[in-house]
């Protein structure tokens, strides 16, 4: 069994202008209460086999909610193995959407042998900092890992052969959208090509959105909203749909230039997912602590993730090392939720442009769904 199920996406024109919009979600978001019944470590051990996306993610935000629940605190070296382990999970799932997705709207062949590398890389961090050993139980033993800056170093050189053309921090250093767009001008990597397309299509500031990003959410509200079914089917803060994606989460001053001209359009969304992709790779040695909620109740707990998607919830409730309740929350819920940030984005799409298709996958593909999709188009 797995946890994932389709996105259902229909596009048709409107009467007051635009795209309407349709989203359907079949995935499967009460699954998780197949773990009522068993042991921590049981749940523990399997629940990550069940996500073919980001299951390194579910793991640490797994673990992180049964640690809650049974008044444990992991030490501070396990905890930054468990951020190291996501922050390499995230850089491999950017570098397959930046690498695969934008070598598609190219027509070029994807850098294949550069994704293997990359593949390669994650299976010598995970061996570098754990070994046969397992973070994601609770209690586990403290891990002191070795130094991982050669990894690194080998990160970088991929993503400034295939994507940037200069050195990953002089890239960074960018606070204008001119040297962007010269940037693009000037190499024929992947990222510098797609840049340079979006501006060149004039698709730079399509799909723009009013939702709000996901602010820090407040324990007991959570808690309270968890008990409700359809909060977990279709999230809403304060009564309203919010994105918690790449973008609504990376800071930089030129992010915050390009958000001043295009707001949270195409271009914008690109820009974060690859400024966060060079940030990760750049403090992958020494990654940024996850903040926790405070614990609500004893024998509740809920541990959070910033997958590569968004953030990652689980709420766990226990009992003598046994799970009464299990529930997750994913980005999928609040980003494509029938009236959130995609749902928007589309609708400002011209439903007569010979390019529709395209520019609505680019759009999803930039906000990213955790599973497969389906795009249905009616020209009527």
């Not at 409107?14 to 979600?25: D, K, Q, R």
């Not at 973070?135 to 052969?161: G, K, N, V, W, Y």
């Not at 994507?163 to 606070?175: H, R, T, V, Y």
């Not at 089917?233 to 009564?239: D, H, K, M, R």
Request: with cysteine.
């Amino acid at each position: 069994m797995n946890l994932e199920g389709k996105i259902a996406i229909a596009l048709s024109p409107s009467a007051e202008g635009g795209c309407a919009v349709s989203i359907h979600s079949s995935r499967p978001v009460h699954a998780a209460r197949l773990f009522q019944g068993k042991t921590v470590t049981q749940t523990l051990q399997s629940l990550p086999l069940l996500f073919s996306v980001c299951g390194t993610a579910q793991a640490a935000a797994a673990v992180r909610g049964c640690e809650q629940a049974l008044g444990i605190e992991a030490p501070p070296a396990t905890e930054r193995v468990r951020q190291q382990l996501v922050a390499m999970e995230t850089i491999r799932e950017h570098l397959w959407r930046t690498l695969l997705g934008w070598s598609t709207l190219l027509d070029q062949p994807p850098p294949e042998q550069e994704l293997a590398q990359v593949m390669a890389l994650q299976q010598q961090l995970r061996q570098a900092l754990i070994g046969s050993n397992t973070p994601f139980l609770p209690q586990a033993d403290t891990i002191h890992p070795p130094s991982i800056t050669h990894i690194q170093q080998q990160l970088q050189q991929i993503i400034e052969r295939t994507l940037l053309g200069i050195p990953l921090q002089q890239w960074l250093a960018f606070d204008k959208i001119d040297q962007l767009f010269e940037w693009g001008q000037q190499h024929r990597t992947v990222a510098a090509a797609f840049i340079q397309q979006l501006e060149q299509r004039g698709w730079s500031g399509i799909g723009r959105s009013t939702t709000p990003a996901l602010p820090t959410l407040e324990s007991r509200k959570i808690h309270t909203l968890m008990e409700q079914p359809e909060f977990v089917e279709q999230p809403l803060w304060e009564q309203t749909p919010h994105e918690t994606t790449p973008l609504s989460r990376t800071q930089s001053p030129l992010l915050d230039a390009v958000r001043q001209r295009y707001g949270n359009a195409l271009l914008t969304r690109s820009v974060g997912r690859l400024t966060e992709l060079l940030q990760q790779i750049q403090q992958l040695p020494t990654p940024t602590p996850q903040p926790m909620l405070p614990s609500s109740e004893s024998g509740i707990g809920i541990g959070i993730s910033q997958a590569a998607r968004g953030q990652l919830l689980h709420r766990v409730s226990v009992e003598e090392e046994q799970i009464l309740r299990y529930q997750i929350l994913a980005p999928t819920e609040w980003n494509f939720h029938p009236q959130g940030a995609v749902a928007e984005a589309l609708q400002s799409l011209d439903p007569h442009s010979p390019s529709l298709q395209q520019q609505a996958q680019l759009i999803i593909h930039a906000i990213d769904p955790c599973v497969g999709y389906d795009l249905t188009i009616h020209p009527q």
